[in-house]
């Protein structure tokens, strides 16, 4: 088996992550029009919160993803209520600074507390080897409990009543409240939803990577990518969009040094955004 | 023009108070407080130019700060160019590297360029941290030798800090003028409705890649003169995503849109945070403190100081700009 | 003669939908051209062509002898094509007078900010919102917005106006205003294009009009040859005897 290949896969199994990143940060922008400026600050959470579990019980990490998930939804509403809930409808600059700013408090404290020092969850499970190559099994792992998430949250969207009224909220706010769907509720709930999955992704990279506190600010970046690149308010296109990106980085490192990433990245990004405005702006663009 | 108008006088008496200050008894110490002020000042104002006046959020405006600072260092210490010439080089430079992001993101709206503006961040980070000429990830260093040209170390830091007051001043009397200006009135209308200002005729995609180079020339001949004064860089106290976020913090507590708000918020803002980090409890949370501020300003008072005055005494609006 | 702005078979589809189907037709100089048809027929879409908001993608249109097809509206704008919005778009946190302003500034003339203020508050008097030169646009009522919207499309001193149902919302003094305000833009010699669904105000207004229906033309004539015309009947009115009520002189 060549290299190239070997990295490939490790990619994709990595991208599945990005994908679960991305849903949360997707599923926001799709609902209720907020850029998550905390997307990356409630990953690194998402780190910590999985270091401390695995540190106070020593479980399999993958079935700390559970306890991960409810804290999240917790985190989640919380922040709704202190920074978006009141910045719904008004302009775009004002979600953007306020989730910003709850962003830079949930880093501040996080410094604090856990100072700029990796960290890293000390767990490792058996790995598949082909030829001369091994496949870690957290990696497997990681990307197999992505999907089952993605998979979940996808069943729910569309087979359970608040799923379908979220997806409602989504397409017209205003119909939607019509119809006699609180928007609030449906909003806290879409919103603690993205946050959820924003910690868990993180929870999954702490299983992967050494992390600091600062480190959700890189994933935040490759959500952004992905986001764009799956289209808004299409979660689960955002998890294939993710395994593309992770394919891609898998394709590139063989051959340059990881540091250049973030310049490729956001090359795609803006050539993304550039080349199909339509797929972006096609919402507001019908007269 | 800009002479009749009150306010030009006003920031050079303020300028002419920045240097007085210190340099009645040779106050050393209070010179360096004056200049973190001075710097806050200018990113706030700049970052005006962007977020008040044309509506658009720059998370890296700090971007500019850190590649005047290179580009000057480079100039100076490899190159030994003149102070003054390299820090307008530098300036000019990343102008032009500005003006060309600028068309790089053009056609992105609103919030995507808010997020590009992050990527473009991150992207010269990654960029400098692998740039061999700049010394990649451990930076550039001032050779002691550079400080002779203006009279030894003493002299050179005075002088630096005369220049940087300049181009303080300068950030103001820029944001006056573009203020009263039909370039500024074009900005505005974009700030309030972009697809309504290009059916009136104002050609946005230009302006805004524009302001957004011209936003870029004050930041960078300041970065050139503070890290000169400074004597060394590297790329993660070039790049302070810390300060560009606070720069945001500064100008909406101040007062988005406004020139005196842009100024009062640098120098509120600047004291709290030297209060802040000298105090031994509170000295890790001054992020926390920031960002409960900004929270604070977005939710309850979106228009900041300035815009809580013209609120409560209307007419002011005529007289502060 | 020829004409000032020249529409040629112009089409333009959103994904499968078809918003404008080869539509052509023409004004000229110092005329009023009303645009009818029922929601959705596409006339919204026809202005967002003519100014450039969207780019057609068959056929071609001439303003004052040039071709301004691929012309964004910034540039349609510095030609003397102004235009108004059917859903108002004040700059809400500028003055009135800075939002006509920007209208002149920008406009066929390009002026500097001192003659532009000039203009503006000469259009604001015209269109009698000269004692409301200082409140924010924000404050104004729809009526105001609407006038506002009028205000800044003349201080650009366009040749041909664009007015997108710049009756709607207004209550009938307000509209009796408004109409007496578009013939006095007529007579100044600006040619205007209006769409309109109050039918009474825009027979007495147009010298010609022409019909839109499914974003194909439908019909073009006089306005009681239009009324009369026994497909616009069936398609937009729905039904026959509506048409005794539009001619109908009391």
């Known amino acids: ?287 | 023009m800009i002479l009749r108008r009150p306010f030009f006088w006003i920031i050079l008496l303020i300028a002419a108070g920045f240097i007085y200050a210190p340099l009645h008894g040779n106050n050393v110490s209070l010179r360096e407080d004056l200049i973190l002020i001075a710097i806050a000042i200018i990113l706030a104002s700049n970052l005006n130019l962007m977020i008040g006046y044309t509506g658009y959020v720059n998370f890296g405006h700090i971007v500019f700060y850190g590649l005047g600072g290179y580009v000057g260092l480079y100039l100076t210490t490899v190159r030994g160019w003149n102070l003054v010439l390299a820090a307008l080089v530098a300036g000019v430079v990343v102008s032009v590297c500005g003006f060309l992001f600028g068309l790089a993101i053009l056609r992105l709206r609103g919030a995507y360029f808010a997020l590009a503006t992050i990527g473009i961040l991150q992207a010269v980070q990654a960029f400098v941290s692998n740039f061999d000429p700049w010394g990649r990830s451990t930076g550039m260093y001032l050779s002691f030798a550079s400080y002779q040209p203006l009279g030894g170390a003493r002299r050179a830091l005075w002088i630096t800090y005369f220049l940087i007051i300049a181009v303080m001043a300068l950030s103001m009397i820029l944001s006056l003028a573009i203020k009263n200006s039909k370039f500024g009135l074009g900005l505005f209308a974009i700030r309030e409705d972009e697809d309504a200002a290009v059916v009136l005729g104002v050609n946005a995609t230009l302006y805004k890649a524009i302001i957004y180079s011209v936003s870029a020339f004050l930041p960078a001949v300041a970065g050139a003169l503070m890290f000169f004064k400074n004597g060394m860089i590297d790329p993660s106290i070039a790049f302070e995503y810390m300060l560009s976020l606070e720069g945001i913090v500064m100008l909406m507590l101040g007062g988005q849109g406004s020139v005196i708000g842009a100024a009062l918020g640098g120098t509120l803002y600047e004291k709290l945070r030297s209060y802040l980090l000298t105090s031994p409890v509170l000295s890790n949370f001054h992020l926390v403190i920031a960002g409960g501020l900004l929270l604070m300003v977005v939710l309850f008072a979106p228009g900041g100081l300035i815009g809580w005055l013209y609120r409560w005494v209307p007419r002011s609006r005529k007289v502060i700009e | 003669m020829s004409a000032l702005l020249e529409v040629r078979g112009v089409s333009k589809r959103f994904g499968g939908l078809v918003a404008v189907s080869d539509v052509s037709f023409s004004i000229a100089e110092g005329e009023i051209l009303g645009l009818i048809g029922p929601n959705g027929a596409g006339k919204t879409t026809l202005f967002n062509i003519v100014n450039g908001v969207y780019k057609a993608d068959q056929g071609s249109i001439t303003f004052a002898e040039k071709d301004i097809t691929r012309y964004s509206p910034d540039q349609v704008v510095h030609l003397g094509l102004a235009r108004t919005h059917q859903i108002v778009k004040p700059l809400n946190d500028l003055t009135v007078l800075d939002n006509v302003t920007v209208g002149a500034c920008f406009g066929r003339e390009y002026l500097d900010m001192a003659a532009a203020r000039k203009v503006a508050s000469e259009v604001l008097q015209q269109v009698g919102l000269g004692d409301r030169a200082d409140m924010m646009a924000r404050s104004l009522t729809i009526a105001g917005k609407k006038r506002l919207e009028v205000a800044r499309a003349l201080a650009a001193k366009p040749k041909l106006l664009l007015l997108d149902e710049v009756l709607a919302g207004l209550n009938p003094t307000e509209v009796a205003t408004m109409i007496e305000l578009v013939r006095k833009i007529r007579d100044s010699g600006i040619s205007v294009l209006m769409i309109e669904h109050l039918m009474q105000a825009i027979m007495s207004l147009s010298n010609r009009i022409v019909v839109l229906n499914l974003g194909r033309k439908l019909a073009e004539g006089q306005p009681d040859e239009v009324v009369h015309n026994s497909d616009v009947v069936e398609a937009y009115l729905g039904f026959p005897d509506i048409v005794d009520k539009l001619t109908r002189t009391d």
Request: proline share 3%; net charge neutral.
């Open chain 1, 1 to 287: 088996m060549s290299g190239i290949l070997a990295s490939m896969i490790d990619g994709l199994l990595v991208g599945a992550v990005y994908g679960l990143a991305a849903m949360g940060l997707s599923l926001i922008w799709g609902v209720m029009d907020v850029i998550n400026l905390t997307h990356g600050a409630m990953i690194a959470l998402g780190m910590f919160c999985m270091y401390l579990l695995f540190a106070a019980t020593g479980m399999n990490p993958y079935l700390l993803l559970l306890p991960t998930i409810g804290f999240g939804l917790v985190i989640g509403l919380v922040v709704y209520w202190m920074a978006v809930h009141w910045v719904v409808g008004r302009s775009m600059l004002m979600s953007l600074l306020s989730t910003f700013a709850v962003n830079m408090m949930v880093i501040g404290i996080g410094t604090a507390v856990w100072s700029t020092s990796p960290y890293n969850v000390n767990f490792v499970l058996p790995g598949i080897t082909m030829g001369a190559y091994t496949f870690t099994g957290n990696h497997i792992a990681a990307a197999i409990s992505a999907v089952v998430i993605a998979l979940a949250l996808q069943l729910f969207l569309y087979h359970t009543r608040t799923g379908k009224a979220i997806r409602a909220v989504a397409d017209n706010r205003d119909a939607a409240e019509l119809m006699g769907i609180s928007s609030t509720a449906v909003l806290s709930i879409a919103f603690a939803i993205g946050i959820a999955l924003a910690c868990t992704s993180g929870a999954l990279v702490s299983t992967l990577f050494p992390f600091t506190i600062l480190s959700g600010a890189v994933y935040q970046l490759k959500s952004f990518v992905v986001t764009i690149l799956a289209g808004l308010g299409k979660p689960f296109g955002a998890l294939v969009a993710g395994v593309l990106l992770g394919l891609l980085e898998g394709v590139v490192t063989p051959f340059i040094a990881v540091s250049w990433i973030p310049l490729i990245e956001f090359g795609l990004f803006v050539v993304v955004l550039v080349a199909f405005p339509q797929g972006i702006f096609g919402k507001r663009a019908t007269a």
